[in-house]
Nanobody, 115 residues
Framework: QVQLVESGGGLGQPGGSLRLSCAVS????????MGWYRQAPGKGRELVAV???????NYAESVKGRFTISRDNAKNTVYLQMNSLKPVDTAVYYC?????????WGQGTQVTVSS
């Protein structure tokens, strides 16, 4: 059974940092691209960052220079380092394992940025 489990969310201060983790079980991580998405209240889900199997990365304009996606294939884990947090970063954050053959999503972790 494939599972993606996010952790590391919580309350962050404006200007502060949080590190999200996505632990993958039931399949090998290093074959496919992985991504982080987020969904703020009343809004659609949006791409935050993606990392390919080769380690290439891409980011939403709103997080460039502040967030860093990385992967540790030995630990079957993907990370999202979030620095210089802003209140607009408040959302539920989801990790995604792209197909083929299938896409998988985690259950999400809440990030709230507030003083």
């Amino acid at each position: 059974q494939v599972q993606l489990v996010e952790s590391g969310g919580g309350l962050g201060q404006p200007g502060g940092s949080l590190r999200l983790s996505c632990a993958v079980s039931g399949l090998i991580l290093d074959i496919n691209a992985m991504g982080w998405y987020r969904q703020a209240p009343g809004k659609g889900r949006e791409l935050v960052a993606v990392i390919t199997s080769g380690g290439s990365t891409n980011y939403a304009e709103s997080v460039k220079g502040r967030f860093t996606i990385s992967r540790d294939n030995a630990k079957n884990t993907v990370y999202l380092q979030m620095n210089s947090l802003k209140p607009v970063d408040t959302a539920v954050y989801y990790c995604r394992r792209y197909g083929p053959p299938n896409d998988y999503w985690g259950q999400g972790t809440q990030v709230t940025v507030s003083s």
